[in-house]
C-alpha cells in the first residue's frame, strides 16, 4: 500500500483515535451490560462484537481506498474512502487534537495531502473551463490598492505579491481564478460557476475546512507560504499549482 511520509502524521492520530475507541466502548458496554444481560446473556457481546466490526469495517475500506493509486483499478473503493476520511476520520482527528492539544496545522496538512491523493485515485480528467481556483485574499500585498476580489486582473502588476504571476496564469490557461476574502464568498463563487473541480490555496485550517464543506465536490488543496505569519503576505508556489492543474487535465 502507498503510503507516503506526508499521510503519516494523520495515520498515526486515526490509530490512536480507533485505539481509545475501542478502549471506551469496551469500558462502557462492561458498566452497561448488566442491565442488557438480563435480555440475553449474549447480547452485550453481540453488540459490542457488532460495532467493533462496523469500526474494523470502515477503517478497512478508507485503506483499500489508498491502495487504488497502485494498482490503478476503478473497482477499489476510492470515493467511499473519500467519505469516510471527509465525514468521519477527519472529525474524529479534530476533536483528537483538541482534547489532548496536539499539532493541528500538522494534522490538517496531512488530511489534505490525503485528499488530493484520494482525489488523483479517481483517474478523473477535467476541461480547464471546469476548473476553479480559489485563492486567499492575504496573497494581495496589505497595502495594495487594487481591488482583486471583483477581477483579479484588476492588479496593478507591481510584482511585490503573486497576483500578477497568476493573472498571468489564468490567461495563459484559459481559467477562471477568484479571489475569496471568507466561506461565505467562496461558497458563492462556487454556487455561480458550477465548477467540476476546485483548486483551493489557503492556510491548513482553511483548507481543512472548504474541502469538508464542499464535499463531495472535488477540492484539492495547495498550502500557502506564510513568510510573514498567517493572513498577511502570503504567497503561493505557482509552479506547484501549475503541476496541479496539469495533472488534473491530463488524460489518464
Request: aromatic share 10%; net charge positive.
Amino acid at each position: 500500500m502507498p503510503v507516503k511520509k506526508e499521510h503519516v502524521y494523520f495515520l498515526k492520530i486515526i490509530s490512536a483515535s480507533i485505539l481509545l475507541l475501542l478502549s471506551v466502548s469496551s469500558f462502557l458496554f462492561w458498566v452497561i451490560s448488566g442491565g442488557i444481560e438480563k435480555l440475553s446473556p449474549n447480547l452485550p457481546a453481540y453488540i459490542f462484537l457488532f460495532l467493533n466490526a462496523f469500526l474494523l469495517s470502515v477503517i478497512f475500506i478508507f485503506f483499500i481506498g489508498l491502495a487504488a493509486r497502485r494498482n490503478k483499478n476503478k473497482m477499489l473503493p476510492v470515493y467511499p474512502a473519500r467519505y469516510i476520511l471527509v465525514r468521519i476520520l477527519y472529525p474524529l482527528a479534530f476533536f483528537i487534537t483538541s482534547v489532548f492539544r496536539i499539532n493541528r496545522d500538522k494534522m490538517q496538512s496531512s488530511f489534505i495531502d490525503i485528499n488530493n491523493f484520494l482525489l488523483f485515485s479517481e483517474n478523473k480528467q477535467v476541461a480547464l473551463d471546469r476548473i476553479l481556483i480559489l485563492l486567499p485574499h492575504c496573497l494581495q500585498l496589505h497595502n495594495c490598492r487594487a481591488k482583486i476580489t471583483d477581477d483579479i486582473h484588476n492588479c496593478l502588476n507591481c510584482g511585490k505579491c503573486n497576483i500578477k504571476e497568476l493573472a498571468i496564469l489564468a490567461d495563459k490557461k484559459n481559467i477562471f481564478i477568484a479571489v475569496a476574502t471568507g466561506g461565505t464568498l467562496a461558497r458563492r463563487v462556487i454556487e455561480e460557476k458550477k465548477p467540476r473541480a476546485v483548486i483551493a490555496v489557503a492556510c491548513e485550517r482553511d483548507l481543512s475546512s472548504g474541502i469538508t464543506d464542499s464535499f463531495p465536490l472535488p477540492v484539492y488543496g495547495l498550502t500557502n507560504i506564510r513568510p510573514n505569519g498567517p493572513c498577511r503576505d502570503t504567497l503561493v508556489d505557482v509552479g506547484a499549482l501549475n503541476v496541479l492543474i496539469e495533472r488534473l487535465v491530463a488524460p489518464r
